[in-house]
């Protein structure tokens, strides 16, 4: 049982907006905190000004992120997602959209954030954005679920700094279980990571009759 608040509250798209721009920049913030030259002194002092810029926002706060009122894709409103997310800093975001034919893909670049082994994406990081298209395809398919297994196979090093492609579709249904796979490739189009994954829907999300 998780002890955060299951409700939402709605954004319109004005604050959408202006909270997408928010978050860019903080993006932009953490890059900057992670390879900044500046001397300690400089460095407290950025700490102070960022600790009443967060006094600021949180002076008014909901108990949970928002959704956005629009959207038509399958995770667009879902503004606060660690992948995916406009209005998360923490995401990169990957923009992720979903085709005719049921592939989800995505285009995305990673820098420092994300880092690791030298100049490498985080296994970790590759593991969150698979698990995240694979968990989109199963809703595209109309089987929505949570993730059970993952599986990743790490073929070659993924490279920060140069924009990377992932693709995921569902294969398979097994009554409450569906399976997909996927996979992130570099710019040299050789497959960097593939995933597998099986996703289960939670007996309450059945809808009768199944
Ligand atoms: C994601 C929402 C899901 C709800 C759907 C609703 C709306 C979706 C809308 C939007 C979502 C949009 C996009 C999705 C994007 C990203 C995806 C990210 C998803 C996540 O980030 S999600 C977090 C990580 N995920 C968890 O936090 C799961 C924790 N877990 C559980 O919530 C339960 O564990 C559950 C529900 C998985 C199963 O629970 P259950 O009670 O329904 O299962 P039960 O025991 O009845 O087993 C039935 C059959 O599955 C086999 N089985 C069960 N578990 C297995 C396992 N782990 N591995 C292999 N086989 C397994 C049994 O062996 C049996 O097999 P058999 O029938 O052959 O005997």
Aim: proline share 8%; glycine share 10%.
């Amino acid at each position: 049982m998780s002890a955060m608040p299951m409700e939402r509250h709605e954004l319109d798209d004005e604050e959408a907006a202006a909270l997408e721009v928010l978050a860019a920049r903080i993006r932009e913030l953490c890059e900057a905190a992670v390879v900044t030259g500046t001397g300690a002194g400089e460095a407290a002092a950025v700490a102070a000004e960022v600790e009443a810029l967060t006094a600021r926002l949180a002076g008014r706060r909901h108990p949970a992120p928002p959704y956005a009122v629009s959207g038509n894709g399958v995770m667009d409103r879902a503004t606060a997602n660690p992948v995916t997310g406009a209005l998360n800093p923490l995401a990169p975001p990957v923009r992720l959209t979903t085709g005719p034919d049921g592939v989800v893909r995505g285009e995305y670049t990673l820098g420092h954030l994300y880092e690791g082994p030298p100049t490498y994406v985080h296994g970790g990081v590759s593991a969150m954005v698979l698990d995240q298209a694979l968990g989109m395809a199963a809703v595209v398919n109309g089987t929505p679920g949570m993730t059970a297994t993952l599986d990743m196979r790490y073929r070659r090093p993924t490279p920060l700094g140069v924009p990377l492609s992932v693709e995921a579709k569902a294969n398979r249904v097994d009554g409450r279980k569906v399976y997909a796979s996927g996979t992130i490739t570099g710019r040299d189009g050789r497959v960097t990571v593939e995933a597998s994954a099986m996703f289960i829907m939670p007996t309450h999300f059945v809808p009768a009759g199944n």
